[in-house]
């Protein structure tokens, strides 16, 4: 039935959703029939019984519709758990949320893309990185609400500074235009505007959805 239905719906290398993932029994098939695939579920049924059906899949199983679509084995898969959320059900920043987490967030809600930089924090460098013309930084130091100007999550003229310097490096030809999410700005709108800078408050403009 599911072949049936993946046959009708989808062409080859189109992308099936499982929300539902169940015993894996869709990821599997859309496999075997070569589509892309992506498959939810909560609690530990992931890790005991989904990816290692799927493993097998992969490994070159003959269940289900292997015989009928010639299925060898072949392909791969990526296992993800979902971090702690970053918002609270009223949708608040959650007071624990720590550097890396919440620059992921960021970056992501502003250019769609993941964000790589690891589990960065204290002393590190806040740029998330260059995005179509525009640099994105997170001034955060892990205290939600921390408005001490020596504090991290102040914008000053010495951070900006150390930010157009940290762009450069990579991308000289870089025309200085930023986008920094902080606590507060010590800035005047004058001195943003002039030095190309959209500056965002934390915790006001990040966003639970883009």
């Not at 019984?49 to 003959?62: D, F, M, T």
């Not at 690891?118 to 921390?146: I, K, M, T």
């Amino acid at each position: 039935m599911i072949q049936r239905i993946l046959d009708i719906a989808t062409n080859p290398g189109d992308l099936v959703l499982d929300s539902f993932l169940g015993s894996g029994t869709t990821a599997a098939v859309a496999h075997k029939m070569g589509r892309r695939w992506i498959g939810i579920k909560m609690g530990e049924h992931a890790v005991t019984h989904c990816a290692p059906r799927l493993e097998k899949v992969i490994a070159g199983e003959q269940g289900g519709i292997s015989q009928s679509v010639g299925w060898q084995g072949g392909g791969g898969f990526r296992f993800y758990r979902l971090g702690r959320p970053v918002f609270e059900e009223a949708g608040h920043i959650r007071r624990d949320i720590s550097f890396s987490v919440l620059a992921a967030h960021v970056r992501f809600s502003e250019t769609g893309r993941p964000w790589t930089g690891g589990d960065a924090g204290a002393g590190q460098s806040p740029l998330l990185g260059l995005h179509e013309g525009r640099a994105f930084a997170l001034l955060y130091n892990g205290v939600l609400g921390d408005k001490r100007v020596n504090g991290g999550n102040v914008l000053t003229h010495a951070l900006l500074k150390s930010i157009h310097e940290e762009v450069a490096r990579p991308d000289r030809s870089f025309l200085e235009s930023l986008t920094i999410y902080g606590t507060r700005s010590a800035l005047s709108d004058a001195t943003l505007k002039r030095e190309g800078v959209l500056f965002k408050q934390t915790p006001y403009h990040v966003k639970a959805r883009r």
